[in-house]
């Protein structure tokens, strides 16, 4: 296990490249992260030596690839602490939320209740709002504090035995707040709902214990954790997984089809239909073993620093002029290291193109979180969201950056 950040920064060719005639500074990592060599091998690896399609083929390539994209759902469910018939290769956190709102959304009666935050990416709105006018459900939203964080004191009072779903974001891409799941999952399960968590902005954050964090279903994306664009992972407990009907029909997922019916294959393919991202899923074992070979005590450390800096920078910057609005968590407990600010005067885009000058990457706009932006009577942000390879260096080329597009904006 080691940490140095100059070290893996090495590791990731497309940060040796410049931008506008300066190092790249890359903080929109919230977006997508960047691939190191270890995911980039294994993909190519795959790509030129193995592939074929998965499941069906008896050819050696066939069997090889079939092998390597199991093997890939091992290292994911050991990731997860989780068993692999629990996680399902889908396209990612998005395809993954529709999924869950298909397939248990279609056990759902008019009057039943879904609950969701004001706090949530559009990818887990949308879904229930055309559960809602496909099936007559009741979508609620919890409230979020002037932290931006959900409103955990308002869930009791929207929780009631029609509850059948509570779809909230694990660590918000806005704010980077990080949920209390463990305050939230009793309650939820009082009333004999089910919990669901939009775990994108959490999963470059290291392994954890899924199964005992309290979440019935979680989902996340592959290129937010260093693995390709294309892949991503629906898990739920697998007495859930069992019970649920299907969502998309076609190859991979039935044991038998005959023109009056079909039987479907046993979990995790009966949600696989068509051929899946085999290269992708192959990545994201690459991606999920990288993480694990970081020291992750030191890795927090290391973006807690970077996170306080980026806060005690743009307080420095603001001079108490109160020109800079944070929206998010004060400090750094409980929070990954996502910043957003809106600058009074200043469009987002336009910081963001001044700083993209300076070759820092940034993202400016409404992150997917219009209804956020609404809360706090704003249309957009400046967001800087940090990675393991990120450096002081990428923090104070935003911090001089920024104070430049302050002076001539404002
Ligand atoms: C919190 C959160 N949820 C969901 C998504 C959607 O992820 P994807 O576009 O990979 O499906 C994102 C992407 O930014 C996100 O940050």
């Excluded at 995911?39 to 069997?63: Q, S, W, Y």
């Excluded at 707040?177 to 009333?191: F, G, P, T, W």
Aim: glycine share 8%; proline share 4%.
């Amino acid at each position: 296990m080691s940490f140095d950040p100059a070290a893996i920064r090495a590791e990731f060719p497309i940060l040796q490249r410049e931008v506008r005639g300066h190092p790249l500074h890359y903080l929109d990592n919230a977006a997508t992260t960047q691939m190191p060599h270890a995911v980039l091998n294994a993909v190519h690896d795959h790509e030129t030596k193995h592939r074929a399609n998965v499941l069906r083929g008896v050819h050696t390539l066939a069997e090889e690839s079939t092998e390597a994209y199991e093997q890939a759902r091992g290292h994911v469910a050991r990731f997860l602490s989780a068993r692999s018939e629990e996680v399902i290769f889908t396209s990612g956190t998005t395809s993954a939320i529709n999924l869950v709102a298909h397939s248990l959304g279609n056990t759902f009666a008019e009057g039943d209740e879904v609950i969701v935050s004001d706090l949530e990416h559009h990818s887990n709105i949308v879904p229930w709002q055309m559960l809602r006018d496909r099936k007559g459900i009741v979508l609620k939203f919890l409230p979020v504090t002037n932290e931006g964080r959900i409103d955990l004191d308002a869930l009791d009072a929207l929780l009631t035995a029609r509850t059948r779903l509570v779809s909230l974001v694990h660590v918000s891409n806005v704010t980077g707040a990080e949920l209390d799941v463990r305050a939230v999952a009793e309650k939820i399960h009082a009333v004999g709902a089910k919990l669901m968590l939009d775990g994108a902005q959490r999963m470059a954050h290291g392994p954890f214990d899924l199964p005992t964090m309290g979440a019935d279903f979680y989902a996340f994306s592959g290129h937010k954790m260093y693995a390709p664009n294309g892949i991503g992972v629906l898990w739920a407990r697998q007495e859930i997984l069992e019970d649920l009907p299907p969502f998309q029909g076609g190859g991979e997922m039935i044991l038998a089809v005959t023109r009056e019916k079909t039987t479907f294959a046993a979990i995790p393919h009966r949600f696989e239909a068509g051929t899946p991202p085999i290269a992708q899923a192959v990545g994201l074992g690459a991606a999920v073993r990288w993480i694990e070979s970081l020291d992750q005590s030191r890795a927090e450390s290391h973006l807690k620093a970077l996170t306080g800096r980026t806060l005690d920078g743009l307080a420095t910057l603001d001079k108490g002029r109160g020109l800079i609005q944070m929206l998010g968590p004060s400090g750094t407990q409980a929070r990954m290291p996502v910043v957003s600010f809106s600058v009074n005067g200043a469009h987002p885009h336009d910081i963001c193109q001044m700083l993209d000058g300076f070759g820092v990457a940034l993202r400016g706009g409404h992150h997917c979180a219009q209804i956020l932006m609404d809360c706090f009577d704003l249309t957009g942000t400046t967001r800087a969201s940090l990675a393991v390879y990120n450096t002081t260096e990428d923090v104070d080329a935003l911090l001089t950056g920024l104070d430049q597009a302050i002076s001539r904006l404002t």
